[in-house]
């Protein structure tokens, strides 16, 4: 019987060819290749920080609609296909805190859910940054946020200007920690006339080590504002300074351990000479604005004529835009990583400095796997 003569597989079927873009490894890797830039925001007022970036991208913004339901709940809705894809969101934080970050979650889940490759949060500024530390019966807040946006499937995180640095180590994932200073600073020189005969201030010794890094690039001198207001004698009879009632509790004898000190602060002084300067207050946040209406003011009796306050994140909150028309100080700078345009109406002292062409820049880093170097030049760890 003659022996039949077996084809190789691969000449069997060499005929059939998929459909290309169905299974075609090129056409696969070509789809992967796109991203796309989201705003998680409901609000319209919160979306012109991503119109700047998408525009400096050359690129259009996703489509979606977020919006809250009658009953207050938040909804995401995607209107594109995004398999495969490296998905940027971009959220800024209005006064509606938790309302802006579930619309973060509730996105990033959709995304999740939709097949994106990688999704990256653009928070520029860092909700609940404040609550990074451990209190007497409290909670690490930060920490959970950061648990719950890797949950919701974040696999990247930029921000700038964090609260502490060591926020950081909450993720589980890459965190780009970017900073606004060469921007303020740029300010500073270019709208300050004069600027020669300023002097960089902290208004707490917490803050000594951000103005130490402004000083030093600016080749200007440094104070530090240490102390408290001295209390009235009202503050004294209300009696809120009074030792807290303590229960009776046993302790075992031998175990008595030596009463710590309480701590009290000294009558407000100024480390550094102000007179006849322009004295520069810089922060990384600005909420409650009570803290620098009174830095001002000492300032002014120390002999300063002019005082401006430079912070990368403008909260703002409560009656912040009326204290700071009615207070001493001349100027208040911040960046546009919060919303802020009611707060401008209400007080034209303060001023804007777009940083949307950092975080554009950032985004078409990561999207190209180039390094982040660039954007952390001169930068130190201390800074």
């Not at 994106?116 to 520029?124: D, L, M, S, Y």
Request: hydrophobic share 40%; proline share 5%.
């Amino acid at each position: 019987m003659p022996r039949k003569l077996l084809l190789p597989y691969k000449s069997v079927f060499s005929h059939f060819r998929a459909p290309r873009g169905l299974h075609d490894p090129l056409a696969m890797n070509a789809a992967r290749s796109g991203y796309r830039v989201f705003s998680a925001n409901s609000t319209a007022a919160s979306t012109e920080l991503a119109k700047k970036i998408t525009e400096r991208l050359g690129a259009e913004l996703g489509k979606s609609v977020v919006y809250q339901e009658t009953n207050g709940e938040t909804r995401v809705e995607i209107k594109e296909s995004v398999r495969g894809q490296d998905i940027f969101i971009i959220q800024t934080i209005p006064r509606d805190v938790n309302t802006a970050v579930m619309e973060l979650l509730i996105m990033a889940y959709a995304l999740k859910t939709s097949c994106a490759r990688n999704i990256i949060g653009v928070i520029p500024y860092f909700p609940y940054s404040k609550q990074s530390k451990m209190r007497k019966r409290g909670s690490i807040v930060c920490k959970l946020l950061a648990s719950m946006l890797a949950k919701a499937g974040l696999t990247h995180i930029i921000t700038m200007d964090l609260h502490q640095k060591e926020i950081q180590g909450f993720f589980s994932f890459p965190v780009d920690n970017l900073r606004a200073s060469p921007f303020l600073l740029q300010y500073i020189q270019e709208e300050i006339p004069d600027y020669r005969n300023a002097v960089i201030v902290a208004k707490s010794p917490g803050a000594a080590k951000r103005a130490q890094s402004y000083a030093e690039r600016l080749r200007l001198g440094l104070a530090v504002i240490h102390g408290e207001a001295q209390c009235t004698e009202q503050d004294m009879d209300d009696g809120r300074h009074s030792p807290p009632m303590l229960k009776n509790a046993t302790v075992h004898p031998g175990l008595e351990l030596p009463l710590m000190m309480a701590k009290e602060k000294p009558p407000i002084t100024v480390v550094g000479d102000v007179g006849g300067r322009i004295a520069i207050i810089v922060d990384d946040i600005i909420d409650d604005v009570e803290s620098f209406v009174a830095a001002a003011e000492i300032l002014k009796e120390r002999g300063a004529y002019k005082i401006f306050v430079m912070a990368t994140h403008g909260l703002l909150s409560a009656d912040a835009p009326r204290l700071i028309e009615e207070s001493s100080i001349d100027e208040v700078v911040v960046t546009n990583t919060v919303p802020h345009e009611v707060q401008k109406l209400q007080c034209p002292k303060i001023k804007t400095v777009d940083i949307s062409l950092i975080l554009s820049e950032a985004i078409r880093r990561i999207h190209n796997g180039e390094s982040m170097a660039y954007l952390f030049r001169n930068i130190t760890v201390d800074d």
